[in-house]
């Protein structure tokens, strides 16, 4: 439904031309036509586009140039002006001389615009000679087919389109953004359409641009030049309910494209609401006007605005999107509520919902404030949008090649054409229960037997209610066409074995994840073209799934996997080369090493999965060699996917594609290298290299400087140049993103563009994650509201910077299964003991405000130098050095007090264990009191070993520079002189494990009111 299409006026569709106010208009385009005078009483539409006119009787008119709106020339304007003052003599006697021809006269008098006895040719809708017959215009939703798209091969993009596109794609992932800590509430999105006029603040009228078609305003000229005044008046309204009433009456008789109609009056009380840190909010609740009962409340913010400029309609458009988070209300908190109110807003509703295109028009009559006006709005359905955007969503790191246009047909028997596989991961055929798909590289001499025992068992168990896909790896001995052969000779029907043929091969884990995704049945196992697994095992796994997902192959993911694990002392194993049987038993252990520990056969080509499975497993698949089985069970087991083992009949088959001592070494390597597996040496904790898009909000001393400066700046890693080539090479981009509008900016366009408040930088970057301590996690307490934990020094608690797989919250979410943790409270990385990790965003929500109101006791224990006195209290103001963000913004002052006890101290050392009670929480706190008082903590690398060791005035430019110049030298020390192959950047060195970590430890954590007390052991550094 094109709101624009109700809206739009074709007898006043004529281009909007440039504006003067000399004379009083003349003709029916007066709100488009705002020309000079003389040139307003031509009487031709061809004045739009010819210098030279003819009135409606074919006599010239005059011979004076239009003075076109987009003319920027200071020799056009002359030449204008020197016309119209010169030759306005010359113009006279013609325009006496067309008085007098008998034309068409003007209705009501010479002053008002002349009408036409018939419509000009411009004006009449086009109906194409084959169809004169048909008096309507005729819709079809069949695109045009073009033998060639483009003199370039491709359609070029509507950029009107795209920038609507973006900025909803946009904004709906900055939402995602802003709110990842929280459930998710992308689905309590609201976009809208609104009809009204943009109005300018200075003429106070409606906006008038030089253009001739729709456009979509900036953002900074609408916030400063106009406004957007919704509503239309109340005939137009009446019209335009009588025409959408009218209209939703046609369409009742057909089903699949009617409307809904319902009719609410209710009152809208609304307040505005404003929290620290927080955006602005309004508070609403909606009350029926018959029931009095409460029908909504919701917290509505405004996410954005596009105004949208429409010359050639009565109405312009703004499209808004706000997001509107449900909340309770019982009666004392409504009664509150009410006190607060600052609008009240009786609206009567009619709406007209349009389940075939997901939109609803709303038709309101509003009382407000002693006022009535009346609003047409068209909302899109946020699900339908969701759902559309996450089928686009397509990570291109899970597609390892993309596959050629030929791999996405088949060919079957019985005819000779090729036919589109079906859309990737679409639901299953409502009469296909089983697929099977068969990976197949050269097997024309093994395909035979096990097809023919394959179709066997299928006809019997579920005839007619099966498909096979063979999926050829860039075979060279006919197997595709063998394929093909052999299904006609065993009598299947045709599309029930469909073929398809790769170009070049890929490995059995690409033409297995191939396959797999263009699966119809609501179950589908791989199998090995050898025989080597009796397909009459496939009940078994049947009946194993079915018990897992319940019957509920579409809903419930599982996965059931064939084993020869029950095999290990048969004459099947036992039998086997030596080599064969080591490299078999290195393979298992790598295996247990790299996590899976509950499954004992991991390599048999025998697996069956249910849809649901399919979709959550296959598109995320990037290796395509032998080891891809490991992979897919990893993928199901960090999704929490339920895998049965089921022992199967097994037996060895001659003509393995497998190359022993070479796809050994090779399965071996992609196992190590598989990018969830973690590398653990010298006590540190590693993770390769991976690519990653990193989004950065552009901070406020970012601002008013090129993207070239900031990210040579702040982001070193790069050289200038290097970061130059990536801007280029569009591996790093701007999105715009200010309030109302998001556009993407790229490549030259960032090298002159300075950035602004609001702007979004998005590198795709080649991650490094430092290392970190290789140690355990101790789980101090957990129950079902909270998990409380030990945390290690030297180990980031939640993703931040270049940590991401290396974090707390990562590790606990891989090793244990503990998804959607939420931290309560920051620890620095160097720092260990107690942290507190929400498991639903209501109790983080909880323990977060006990320790923002002071009702949480914090206690830490530090090992500093020198003898501490017995107590002491400091309450020196923090000051946070940040040399990155340069003089003006790299120094924070911030008021704090710390309470000190001493607990011990040893002569032979010179260091004291201190007991620690920080009563207000500022960053690095402890560790900057403790440095004022001359006992900075004993290893402490920056405040005692390190740049900051001296209590220095930081406000000092000197100072302040002095330490920078320290820094990128530290920096630079710790870079090798080896760069990364893939990216470029310098490599680090490996850092030694005791200077990741801090001699302060959070030992207990203590609510006031005896609600709870979390407590850990003592570190072992305590002891001295």
Same mark, same amino acid.
């Given at each position: 439904m094109d709101l624009k299409n109700l809206i739009s006026n074709d007898e006043m569709s004529a281009p909007n031309m440039s504006r003067t106010n000399s004379q009083q208009r003349m003709s029916i385009h007066d709100l488009m036509n705002s020309d000079d005078g003389a040139i307003r009483q031509r009487t031709s539409i061809t004045n739009l586009t010819n210098d030279l006119d003819v009135d409606m009787n074919g006599k010239k008119t005059m011979t004076r140039s239009r003075r076109m709106s987009s003319a920027t020339s200071s020799d056009a304007d002359a030449s204008s002006s020197r016309s119209l003052n010169s030759s306005f003599q010359d113009h006279s006697q013609p325009l006496e001389e067309l008085k007098e021809n008998k034309e068409p006269k003007?209705?009501?008098?010479?002053r008002k615009p002349r009408r036409y006895a018939e419509k000009p040719v411009w004006a009449k809708d086009y109906v194409p000679t084959v169809r004169k017959s048909v008096r309507k215009p005729v819709l079809t939703t069949a695109a045009t087919k073009l033998s060639v798209a483009s003199i370039t091969g491709t359609i070029?993009?509507?950029?009107?389109?795209?920038?609507?596109?973006?900025?909803?794609?946009?904004?709906?992932?900055?939402?995602r953004h802003e709110y990842a800590s929280r459930e998710p509430v992308?689905?309590?999105?609201?976009?809208?359409?609104?009809?009204?006029?943009?109005?300018?603040?200075?003429?106070d009228k409606r906006l008038r641009l030089p253009v001739n078609c729709e456009?979509?305003?900036?953002?900074?000229?609408?916030? =400063?030049?106009?406004?957007?005044?919704?509503?239309?008046?109340?005939?137009?309204?009446?019209?335009?309910k009588a025409f959408i009433a009218k209209l939703a009456q046609e369409k009742n008789h057909n089903r699949g494209n009617r409307f809904v109609v319902e009719n609410s009056h209710c009152v809208d009380l609304i307040a505005h609401e404003r929290k620290r840190n927080e955006k602005p909010s309004t508070g609403r609740v909606s009350v029926d006007v018959k029931t009095k009962r409460r029908m909504t409340s919701v917290h509505k913010q405004r996410v954005a605005d596009l105004v949208m400029y429409l010359p050639n309609s009565l109405y312009d458009i703004r499209l808004s999107m706000s997001l509107e988070l449900p909340y309770e209300m019982n009666d004392a908190a409504f009664e509150s509520f009410q006190q607060r109110v600052e609008l009240r807003r009786d609206k009567e509703r009619v709406s007209y919902t349009h389940p075939a295109t997901f939109t609803k028009i709303d038709m309101t009559k509003v009382k407000e404030n002693g006022t009535?006006?009346?609003?047409?709005?068209?909302?899109?359905?946020?699900?339908e949008l969701l759902r559309s955007m996450a089928k686009v969503a397509e990570d291109p790191l899970h597609s390892p090649r993309k596959p050629y246009d030929s791999e996405l047909e088949y060919i079957t028997n019985g005819t000779a054409g090729r036919f589109k596989l079906p859309p990737r991961n679409s639901p299953p055929s409502e009469n296909i229960e089983v697929s099977v798909v068969v990976p197949c590289f050269n097997e024309h001499g093994r395909l035979r037997a096990m097809l023919a025992e394959c179709i066997e068992h299928l006809e019997a168990r579920f005839p007619g209610q099966y498909e096979i896909i063979i999926v050829d790896d860039g075979s060279n001995d006919g197997t595709a066409q063998y394929a093909v052969e052999l299904a006609a000779e065993l009598g299947l029907r045709p599309h029930v074995l469909r073929v398809v043929q790769f170009v070049k091969n890929r490995g059995k884990g690409g033409a297995v994840t191939h396959g797999m995704q263009f699966s119809r049945g609501k179950y589908a196992i791989f199998a090995d073209a050898d025989g080597a =697994?009796?397909?009459?095992?496939?009940?078994?796994?049947?009946?194993?799934?079915?018990?897992?997902?319940?019957?509920?192959?579409?809903?419930?993911?599982?996965?059931?996997?064939? =084993?020869?694990a029950h095999m290990v002392n048969t004459d099947a194993v036992v039998k086997r080369s030596f080599v064969r049987n080591f490299l078999m038993y290195a393979l298992h252990a790598l295996v247990f090493v790299f996590g899976i520990r509950t499954i004992k056969d991991t390599q048999c080509g025998f697996k069956l999965f249910n849809k649901a499975a399919v979709a959550k497993i296959f598109p995320k698949m990037h290796t395509e060699g032998w080891i891809f089985d490991v992979e897919l069970l990893i993928l199901a087991?960090?999704?929490?996917?339920?895998?049965?083992?089921?022992?199967? =009949?097994?037996?060895?088959?001659?003509?393995?594609?497998?190359?022993?001592a070479r796809d050994s070494i090779t399965m071996a390597i992609d196992l190590v290298v598989t990018r969830l597996a973690y590398i653990s040496t010298g006590g540190l904790r590693m993770v390769p290299p991976y690519y990653r898009q990193c989004v950065t909000t552009v901070k406020e001393r970012w601002r008013n400087r090129l993207l070239l400066d900031v990210l040579t700046t702040e982001f070193r890693e790069f050289s200038e140049n290097q970061h130059l080539q990536r801007i280029k090479d569009n591996q790093v981009i701007v999105q715009r993103r200010i309030k109302q509008q998001t556009l993407e900016l790229r490549q030259e366009q960032l090298l002159s563009e300075h950035l602004r408040q609001g702007d979004v930088i998005v590198r795709h970057v080649h991650v490094h994650e430092p290392p970190i301590v290789d140690a355990k996690i101790q789980t101090v307490y957990e129950d079902d509201e909270v998990l409380v934990v030990n945390k290690p020094a030297g180990m980031p608690i939640h993703p931040v910077q270049n940590f991401y797989y290396n974090t707390m919250v990562e590790i606990l979410k891989h090793e244990r299964g503990l998804s959607e943790l939420r931290p309560c409270f920051r620890l620095d990385k160097v720092t260990s003991g107690i942290c507190i990790l929400a498991k639903s965003v209501a109790k983080a929500k909880e323990i977060q405000a006990a320790i923002k109101n002071k009702q949480v006791r914090k206690v830490y224990v530090a090992r500093v130098a020198g003898k501490f006195p017995e107590t002491l209290v400091c309450k020196d103001d923090v000051v946070i050095v940040e040399t990155k963000r340069g003089f003006k913004d790299g120094i924070d002052r911030k008021p704090a007090t710390t309470e000190f006890k001493r607990l011990k101290y040893?002569?032979?050392?010179?260091?004291?264990?201190?007991?620690?009670?920080?009563?207000?929480?500022?960053?690095?706190?402890?560790r900057i009191h403790l440095r004022n008082l001359g006992f900075p903590i004993s290893n402490d690398q920056l405040y005692r070993h390190g740049l900051l060791a001296t209590n220095e005035d930081y406000s000092d430019p000197d100072v302040f520079q002095r330490i920078a110049k320290e820094a990128q030298n530290s920096r630079e020390k710790q870079q090798t002189d080896e760069f990364c192959e893939e990216c470029g950047k310098r490599l680090f060195k490996r850092p030694e494990p005791e200077k990741l970590m801090l001699y302060l430890h959070a030992i207990g954590y203590y609510h006031e009111e005896n609600k709870w007390a979390y407590v850990t052991e003592h570190p072992e550094w305590i002891n001295i």
């Open positions: 003007a209705t009501g008098g010479t070029p993009r509507n950029d009107f389109n795209k920038v609507v596109t973006e900025w909803i794609w946009a904004n709906v992932e900055g939402v992308d689905r309590y999105l609201e976009l809208e359409l609104k009809m009204g006029h943009i109005w300018d603040k200075v003429k456009t979509i305003l900036n953002v900074d000229f609408f916030q =400063s030049e106009c406004f957007f005044r919704s509503g239309v008046p109340a005939q137009q309204f009446h019209d335009l009535v006006k009346h609003e047409v709005e068209l909302e899109l359905d946020v699900r =697994s009796k397909f009459s095992d496939l009940d078994k796994l049947l009946e194993s799934i079915r018990r897992l997902d319940r019957n509920e192959p579409e809903t419930r993911a599982a996965v059931a996997i064939g =084993s020869r087991i960090n999704q929490h996917i339920p895998v049965d083992e089921i022992a199967i =009949s097994w037996h060895e088959v001659d003509g393995s594609k497998m190359v022993l040893s002569s032979l050392l010179d260091e004291s264990i201190v007991e620690c009670r920080p009563l207000t929480g500022r960053t690095h706190q402890i």
